[in-house]
């Protein structure tokens, strides 16, 4: 099956998934949202509505994802309308949730992005792990950005395997009724290894246009060209 792609009118807003946890979501997120902020002057909003392994009990939320998000798109909002629901334990949100005693309300994840929309002229929405990661029991991140309506921006880390689990998540995505915005693949270490440069012309070839292009280690922007393929879906 073919994924369907979709342009963003004319509240620009969309959900960054990606192939796996631990794939750069949150590095890539932060490079578009700087990028849109510094560089192309826009009003950016950013969302992580579920984030784990934070030391809650400490009372200290003041890091994370959320935060690093917050930064490079110099938002104004708090961290507690940024990031919901954070938890301490480093699992899924359905796992989480239930070891710390909490219920999610998709609703309260519903009402936060609204607000958010309404405020900023682009909303970027992080996700956690991959996009069949489940929020609550049989209710995945896919399904997440199908009822708020989210084309989504898939991050695949370029490593071995990548191929696999891009098209899984590409199939995944079509299946669910989610349209795919596009991918990035992001070069998230040095480590060699022998398919480090042919995975970008498989990647190519899997997404045809739906390629938006490749981010190296530790990029702080996105790059111009990527940033170019973007703007033509979103923009």
């Not at 994924?3 to 590095?27: L, Q, S």
């Not at 950013?46 to 994802?65: C, I, N, T, W, Y």
């Not at 915005?181 to 270490?189: F, P, Q, S």
Request: proline share 6%; with cysteine; glycine share 10%.
């Amino acid at each position: 099956m073919r994924p369907f792609y979709h342009r963003i009118d004319p509240m620009k807003a969309f959900f960054v998934t990606g192939t796996d946890t631990g794939v750069g979501k949150t590095v890539v997120t932060s490079a578009i949202a700087a990028y849109c902020s510094l560089r192309k002057h826009l009003d950016v909003g950013v969302m992580k509505p579920f984030e784990s392994g934070l030391p809650v009990r400490a009372g200290d939320l003041s890091r994370g994802d959320a935060l690093l998000l917050k930064e490079a798109s110099g938002s104004p909002d708090a961290l507690s309308v940024i990031r919901p629901y954070a938890f301490e334990a480093p699992l899924a949100p359905e796992a989480a949730s239930e070891r710390a005693h909490v219920e999610i309300d998709i609703a309260v994840v519903d009402a936060v992005y609204r607000r958010l929309a309404q405020s900023h002229h682009v909303l970027l929405v992080e996700g956690a792990g991959g996009i069949a990661v489940e929020i609550q029991e049989g209710y995945s991140f896919a399904r997440l950005a199908h009822d708020l309506s989210f084309p989504a921006l898939v991050v695949a880390e370029n490593r071995l395997g990548v191929l696999n689990h891009l098209q899984l998540t590409i199939r995944y995505l079509a299946d669910e009724g989610v349209p795919l915005l596009g991918v990035i693949l992001n070069d998230r270490t040095p480590s060699p290894f022998p398919a480090r440069e042919s995975n970008e012309a498989e990647v190519r070839r899997i997404c045809g246009h739906g390629y938006l292009g490749r981010i190296g280690q530790g990029a702080s922007y996105l790059p111009e060209e990527v940033f170019g393929n973007l703007q033509g879906r979103v923009f």
